[in-house]
């Protein structure tokens, strides 16, 4: 950690709590999120890129040095990822109607749950990302290919509850 690679890897330390420090570096991304709600989708997503560019060099970065593959302090990624869910999610929803707006608080829970269930799960093709792409771009994509599945996935769980409830 005397690098600032991984600082910057680990969530500003965040990864470094030892119980699920990938769900701490989600519910961080969560946190974080809470201000840009109110920013445009394109400011959003301009800062999304912004941090999947410094994910995929701290990430790298901080591997070269660890001498390995994603390990589980490492949760920029998580933060990338969780937000193209968050940013995907709300455009979604108002395209089609589902939800409050930007700020709507299961948004935030539907996205955080689901994004969990497909980092955590890695189905097809997040698995083959995670295994077969190396350094920090894999540990990256890997997490933003979960982040662009729980969006849609939140999204029907979101619309079905609606339907179930309402």
């Known amino acids: 950690m005397r690098d600032p690679a991984g600082w910057l890897a680990s969530g500003l330390g965040v ?11 989600s519910a961080l991304a969560v946190l974080l999120w809470l201000p840009l709600v109110s920013l445009d ?9 912004a941090c999947t560019v410094i994910s995929g060099w701290s ?21 990338a990822g969780q937000w193209l869910t968050l940013l995907l999610l709300t455009q979604l ?12 608080l299961q948004h935030l829970a539907f996205g955080f ?19 077969h792409v190396a350094g920090g771009w894999g540990t990256t994509w890997d997490d933003l290919l979960a982040g662009l599945l729980a969006a849609p996935t939140a999204l029907l769980l979101e619309w079905g509850l609606d339907r179930l409830i309402g």
């Not at 749950?113 to 698995?127: A, Q, S, T």
Request: charged share 20%; hydrophobic share 50%.
């Open 41 to 49: 989708w394109t400011i959003q997503l301009a800062i999304v890129v």
């Open 113 to 131: 749950l689901c994004f969990r269930i497909f980092d955590v799960l890695k189905p097809w093709p997040i698995r083959w990302v995670d295994r």
């Open 93 to 104: 929803s108002e395209a089609m109607g589902i939800g409050s707006g930007v700020d709507d």
């Open 59 to 79: 990430a790298g970065r901080a591997e070269r040095l660890s001498a390995v593959h994603d390990p589980g302090w490492i949760v920029i990624d998580e933060i």
């Open 15 to 25: 990864g470094l709590i030892r119980w699920a420090p990938g769900t701490f570096g």
